[in-house]
């Protein structure tokens, strides 16, 4: 099990070349939750946008000369991969990234252009990958670095629950996503180990929760493939022998928040924070805003960003998503009589009310509506949940009937 000890000699070699991330207390969160600060660390603020370089370089740091020669492998789609590739090609190793086929084509590029690794496509999933990993590991003779379930790398990641207490020594409860269990792994042992008091609880998303299903099993279990989720990064089927024991030792509690609560915290952080956060990166201020965290309440509570790399082609996607979930876009179905003027009458309803129409959809041959009626779909952008009933309740008064979809 790796221990405080192998975090502080993480933290020494790092020194050098992964600078401590900010630490900043949100006022906007502060205020609106019942906690009585909020922090954010900003890991989406490294140089390959995650933290997940910590634990990459701790591990290649650690590599004998021969090692070194024979260079590294590793299996990822997004966040290690990168994080493998770069440190690599500043210590001059040679490496090999594994991504799944349909690794978006940014990450694909970057990790093969910038970052100059040995990009191999193969198969639909990072279980695929994984697999082929293994096998040139095998056939090639390099040496594997697991992205959660190796020592030195969750020693790596520890260094942000060290960094943690030196810039928030009065630090009362932490979030932190977890995936494979890596990052909370290091993190809470760094952290129960200097203070502990703390609370450390984790936070997954409820498409794949492998580490509560564990937990609750009292033993490792696997579960099936996720289904697309905004959350890839921490979409793991199995978590690491390594991790599993220390989340059990060092974690007071597993949560899981659905999409709509993700998508909501990413809007948020875009809003209020001015921070470009991913998915499995915002799964923490999703569980603090959801209320899935009780113990937070009236404590100094700290929210690991754990990344910002989101893909542009879906990033539309999630803020409307999040708008949706926030009640900043509605869509509603209204029947009204079939008579010249009536769309013009609903819209200006809605100007009226201070709602903007996204995009309408008038509908008679194909609908539920009755002779003489027609069926209008309405996408509006509002202020909130209120402002949606007001709408709706000033379009009854009309006569109309309104329903939200």
């Not at 591990?59 to 020669?69: F, G, H, Y």
């Not at 942000?160 to 009362?172: F, K, M, V």
């Not at 209320?291 to 100094?300: N, Q, S």
Request: aromatic share 4%.
């Amino acid at each position: 099990m790796v221990t405080l000890q192998d975090i502080l000699a993480a933290r020494e070699r790092l020194r050098e070349s992964i600078r401590p991330t900010p630490c900043p207390q949100s006022d906007y969160f502060t205020e609106k939750t019942e906690c009585a600060a909020v922090y954010f660390k900003m890991e989406n603020l490294q140089r390959t946008g995650a933290f997940k370089e910590r634990g990459a370089l701790n591990k290649l740091l650690t590599l004998s000369p021969d090692e070194r020669r024979r260079g590294v492998i590793a299996a990822s789609a997004g966040n290690h991969a990168q994080g493998v590739a770069y440190n690599a090609l500043r210590l001059g190793i040679k490496a090999t990234i594994v991504m799944p086929e349909r690794t978006p084509l940014i990450k694909v590029s970057r990790t093969r252009d910038e970052y100059k690794a040995r990009v191999v496509l193969k198969g639909s999933n990072y279980d695929d990958a994984y697999a082929e990993a293994l096998r040139i590991q095998k056939e090639e003779g390099l040496v594997f670095v697991h992205p959660f379930n190796d020592p030195h790398v969750i020693a790596g990641q520890g260094t942000i629950g060290l960094e943690l207490l030196e810039q928030c020594p009065d630090l009362e409860v932490v979030l932190v996503p977890i995936g494979g269990g890596g990052l909370i792994s290091g993190v809470a042992c760094a952290l129960k180990e200097q203070k502990p008091g703390i609370r450390v609880v984790g936070v997954q998303t409820s498409t794949i929760a492998s580490m509560k299903a564990s937990l609750e099993a009292g033993h490792l279990v696997d579960l099936p493939a996720a289904g697309t989720t905004i959350a890839d990064g921490i979409a793991v089927k199995r978590v690491g022998e390594l991790t599993f024991p220390m989340v059990r030792k060092y974690v007071d509690d597993v949560v899981a928040v659905d999409e709509e609560e993700i998508a909501a915290a990413i809007l948020t952080l875009l809003e209020q924070e001015k921070s470009v956060v991913e998915g499995a990166g915002a799964v923490g201020l999703a569980a603090l805003l959801s209320g899935d965290v009780p113990m937070a309440k009236g404590r100094r509570t700290a929210i690991i960003l754990s990344g910002g790399n989101i893909d542009m082609n879906v990033i539309s996607r999630i803020i409307e998503r999040g708008l949706v979930k926030t009640g900043r876009l509605v869509q509603l179905e209204v029947r009204l009589p079939d008579r010249p003027g009536m769309l013009a009458k609903l819209t200006t309803q809605v100007a009226d009310l201070r709602a903007n129409v996204v995009e309408i959809h008038h509908e008679r041959a194909f609908s539920k509506a009755g002779l003489g009626e027609a069926m209008v779909e309405v996408t509006l952008e509002t202020t909130g949940p209120g402002h949606i009933e007001e709408l709706m309740q000033a379009l009854r008064g009309l006569g109309w009937q309104v329903a939200r979809k």
